[in-house]
């Protein structure tokens, strides 16, 4: 008799490849995980590589609940070329000489796009403008704008500029960079806003995402690696790592998973979703408390 193959709920933690859409890595990671219920909390673009988080099995219902909310990033930043992506993926459309822009100009101009700020996210990139994506009108040459959305940006900090010469003879500076922020913000489109305040234009030649939410890069592990050994974070600790812990009794537990809405403790008032547990430590459920009463979000038994 073969014995049936079966794949744990829970997170895997992916170091994506550049060159690999978030879509690519869920169906990559579908054949690895020898399932179909595979998604993802939040896509990475190509060119990126790092830090992204996938859910196996029932942790699916979890990634739409996780706070992902804050990102970090290492990239690099070229003054000197603007590009029709923001990025290095995209044709140049512009060039100026950017051996002239000194180290006090370039921290003035980061200091504006640090804090609450509004951005225009990239013309090639996933946001929808009347139900059809930003990258598909742009591809097919349409004029339209993208309306400026508020995002943070916790940190934004420079560690290295280097003087290079592109391949079109312009002299460009290459920022090496870290940032900070909030799910949302595009860092292509920081990178386009340092050089247009700059007078100089910029893009984006590399991206790694170091961080997403808890998930830090020293738990990711590449798909070969994966391939050759599936690590998943258990369900259970997934769900202890992102949201604040109620333990309830046997009966409690009985009764919340039979759909009855059970009194919460006070302190869990305004906090989002809160996982429940029950005595031997199996995670029962997300719920949030409203009106002093646990609604439940998702059951995970």
């Known amino acids: 008799m073969t014995q049936k193959h079966t794949t744990p709920d829970g997170l ?8 690999f859409t978030s879509h690519d890595v869920v169906a990559k990671m579908r054949g690895i995980a020898r399932t179909r219920r595979v998604g993802h909390a939040g896509t990475l673009d190509p060119m990126a590589t790092g830090v992204l988080v996938l859910g196996v099995e029932k942790a699916t219902k979890l990634l739409g609940h996780l ?3 804050e990102k970090e990033y290492l990239g690099t930043i070229r003054l000197g070329q603007n590009t029709v992506t923001d990025d290095a993926e995209g044709e140049i459309s512009s060039s100026a000489d950017a051996s002239r822009v000194t180290r006090e100009q370039i921290d003035a101009g980061i200091a504006k796009l640090t804090g609450d700020i509004m951005q225009v996210p990239s013309r090639v990139s996933a946001i929808k403008i009347n139900g059809v994506r930003s990258y598909k009108r742009a591809r097919e040459g349409e004029e339209f704008d993208i309306p400026a959305r508020p995002v943070t940006v916790s940190s934004f900090s420079v560690h290295d500029v280097r003087e290079a010469v592109a391949d079109d003879g312009t002299a460009v500076l290459d920022l090496v960079v870290s940032v900070v922020c909030s799910s949302g913000t595009y860092i292509r489109a920081l990178a386009r806003d340092l050089g247009a305040d700059l007078g100089v234009g910029g893009h984006l030649t590399a991206l790694r995402r170091t961080r997403v939410g808890p998930y830090k890069l020293d738990a990711a592990r590449t798909l070969d690696r994966h391939q050759q050994e599936l690590v998943v974070m258990p369900i259970a600790e997934a769900a202890a790592a992102a ?12 009764l919340l998973t039979n759909g009855v809405r059970l009194e919460m403790p006070n302190e869990y008032a305004g906090s989002g979703p809160v996982a429940v547990f029950d005595p031997e430590g199996r995670f029962l459920a997300l719920v949030e408390q409203q009106k002093g009463k646990a609604r439940s979000l998702a059951v995970f038994v």
């Open 12 to 19: 895997v933690i992916v170091d994506k490849p550049s060159g």
């Open 243 to 254: 949201f604040p812990r109620w333990d309830v009794d046997a009966r409690r537990a009985r």
């Open 67 to 69: 706070a992902l909310t």
